[in-house]
């Protein structure tokens, strides 16, 4: 049972990456699925998180109008689409997963809530 995220590497300024998070062991029709991610230096923050059924997701101030996520059930894989690039995006990426019931606008970006993640991958936003 795990998640497994990729996609990161290293991005000009206004670029573009996509990150999938892969589950393997169980699948992630019945889970909300985040993304956090975790700057050097600094706390983890909640990037976006989306609901199982993909009618519903939240973000972070930081990322709202550059950031897409979304799921595809038949491949169990969540992706996050993240725009326009900027050098503070630069982080370790994780991606977590929890029982959907358990994830609402007021927990979403709570790492204690999520029960399940992926080992992280590494973006880095530079020219």
């Known amino acids: 049972v795990q998640l497994q995220a990729s996609g990161g590497g290293l991005v000009q300024p206004g670029g573009s990456l996509r990150l999938s998070c892969a589950a393997s062991g169980f699948t992630l029709d019945d889970y909300a699925v985040a993304w956090f991610r975790q700057a050097p230096g600094k706390v983890p923050e909640g990037v976006l998180c989306?609901?199982?059924?993909?009618?519903?997701?939240y973000y972070a101030d930081s990322v709202r109008s550059r950031a897409t996520i979304s799921r595809d059930n038949a491949k169990n894989t969540v992706y996050l689409q993240l725009d326009s690039l900027k050098p503070e995006d630069t982080a370790v990426y994780y991606c977590a997963a929890q029982i959907d019931a358990w994830i609402r606008a007021g927990n979403w970006n709570l790492r204690r809530y999520y029960n399940k993640w992926g080992q992280g991958t590494l973006v880095t936003v530079s020219s």
């Open positions: 989306i609901k199982s059924s993909g009618g519903s997701a």
